[in-house]
Structure formats: structure tokens, C-alpha cells
């Protein structure tokens, strides 16, 4: 089963507890140098979500949204599973609420997707076990996905009576109209392989032990080795385009890359190529003493 014992120990990073505020009641949050890892802490329901679980992840990813250290955010789940969507007792209680009651709670967990949708900078999910409802809807509003090839998704939402309703428009930038037409009306459970074929996952690793942990890490010394403001840039100009034809969005691509010319990191991204060195925004490690 994945491990939280990996190659991000031995990089020389010192690993700093907690950010944001300590003592929250369902969420982990542990930073390691320039990396930042949420954890959804309710093992004993498989990180089902409930209003609290919301408010702490909302919190947090607001909080590092404006942290300049931090540099990469990685989403994983305790226990057995990543994310098993709505829990029970939740549901149960908002059954009994009124529209109102049940609008306003709707809108709180839209707003946790939004935060990490528009979260400046780069997430990554780590799935494994199962992803199911609006736990699918996190691994769909990352910007990275990694799985185990154990893991299991569904947005099962229509065998309850109900939709996937908040997270659909995440779900449908990411996997298209056909294939969210074919999972939101069967809510039918797939695999990693069939999640990695219709683009809601980027990658699928073996369950061994270590390899999620693994892949994670690579993929982080990746993004941490790129400009963060040409990141957050890149984020927002997708949003920007995603709607518009070439034409449409020429002036904004123009715009965006003359800014980032223009920019200090920008400057030392194009000097550092030239003088074949690294760049100095991608040397986040703490001196060593």
C-alpha cells in the first residue's frame, strides 16, 4: 500500500510542520521545502467529505495560494482510499435541510473545487483505492493526476438520485462530452486504465509499494524546477483561451508572453538557457549549513 516514507526524505529538504494552522480535525498538511502535501484525514470512512473536511481544505489551499515558498501542492488520502465523496452522516443531515440550507452548502463545496481550480499554483493528486464522487471530482480539478493501477473512480452520483452536479464542469474540461455523458448517466465504477485513457488521470503506476510515492516525486522535481509566475501564468491563460478561437485569443496570448519576456524571471529563465546553467528559480532547497 502507498507509503508516505519516500525519496522527498532524502533530497536535503527539511521538512516543516504544519502550514497553514495546526490542529485541524480531518486535513494533514506537512511542507517539505518547497513542497506542500494535503492530506484528507478520515481513514475510518475512507476521507468521505463532510462540511468540516470542506471549510479545512478551502482554508488551506487558499492559505498556500498566497505562500511564495511553497512551490508545488500534492493531494493524497490516509488509509485505504483517496477520496470516497460525500459521507454519509452528511447526507443524511442534508436531506433534512431546506433549499436554502442545501443551496448555501452546495455553494461552500464549490468553493473548495474553485480554490483548487484557480489555485495559482501547480496540484498534483495522488489516487489510490477508490475516488468516487466528489472524490473523482478532486483527482478532475487537479492539474496532474497520478493513480495506482488498483485504484478505482466513479461519479456514481445518479444511484443516489442526484447528479454530479459541482464537480461536472471540472469533470468536463478534463475528460470531454462523451465520456462525461457515458459516466455521469451509468455512474458506472471504471479503472485506472480507463480513467488514464479518457484524460482524467495522467499517469497510472504499479501498486507496489513506493511507486506512487515515486512518481509523485519526479513529477515535483519537475515543477519545481520551472519559473513559479510562468506556472501561475500558464494556469491562467488556459482559462483565459479555453473558450475562444485562435483569433479570439490572440491579443491575450500576445499580451502574456510579451509580460513574461519583460519579467525578471522571465530574464533569468532565457539567461540561464543561454549560459546552459540552471535557473535560479529552480534552486528552492535551503542552503545547507
Known amino acids: 500500500m502507498v507509503t508516505r516514507n519516500s525519496t522527498r ?33 478520515r481513514p475510518e470512512i475512507h476521507n468521505a467529505f463532510n462540511e468540516t473536511l470542506i471549510a479545512e481544505l478551502t482554508d488551506a489551499i487558499g492559505a498556500l495560494s498566497r505562500d511564495e515558498s511553497v512551490r508545488v501542492i500534492v493531494l493524497e488520502g490516509a488509509g485505504k482510499s483517496f477520496c470516497a465523496g460525500a459521507d454519509l452522516d452528511w447526507m443524511r443531515r442534508m436531506a433534512s435541510y431546506s433549499h436554502e440550507e442545501n443551496l448555501e452548502d452546495a455553494r461552500a463545496l464549490q468553493r ?6 484557480h489555485c495559482p499554483k501547480p496540484t498534483i493528486a495522488a489516487v489510490h483505492g477508490a475516488a468516487i464522487g ?3 471530482g478532486l483527482v478532475a480539478v487537479c492539474d496532474i493526476a497520478i493513480a495506482t493501477d488498483s485504484a478505482v473512480f466513479a461519479l456514481s452520483e445518479v444511484r443516489l438520485g442526484l447528479v454530479p452536479a459541482v464537480v461536472g ?24 486504465a480507463e480513467a488514464l485513457r479518457i484524460g ?11 511507486e506512487l510515492d515515486a512518481a509523485v516525486d519526479a513529477k515535483v522535481e519537475l515543477l519545481v524546477g520551472a519559473g513559479p509566475n510562468a506556472i501561475a501564468a500558464a494556469k491562467q491563460l488556459l482559462r483565459d483561451i479555453a ?25 533569468e529563465g532565457i539567461q540561464a538557457f543561454l549560459d546552459k546553467r540552471p535557473p535560479a528559480f529552480g534552486d528552492t532547497r535551503p542552503a545547507q549549513p
Open 200 to 210: 482524467l488521470v495522467q499517469h497510472v503506476v504499479s501498486n507496489a509499494r513506493g
Open 9 to 41: 526524505r532524502q533530497r536535503g529538504y527539511n521538512p516543516v510542520e504544519t502550514r497553514p494552522a495546526p490542529g485541524w480535525k480531518h486535513l494533514i498538511v506537512e511542507t517539505t521545502g518547497p513542497v506542500c502535501r494535503l492530506t484528507l484525514n
Open 112 to 117: 473548495m473545487f474553485a480554490s483548487i481550480a
Open 243 to 267: 473558450r475562444l478561437s485562435a483569433d479570439e485569443a490572440a491579443e491575450i496570448t500576445a499580451q502574456c508572453i510579451a509580460t513574461l519576456r519583460a519579467s525578471d524571471e522571465g530574464r
Open 134 to 136: 466528489g472524490g473523482a
Open 169 to 192: 464542469p471540472y469533470v468536463l474540461e478534463k475528460v470531454g462530452m462523451g465520456a462525461a455523458r457515458a459516466l455521469f448517466v451509468s455512474g458506472e465504477r471504471f479503472g485506472a
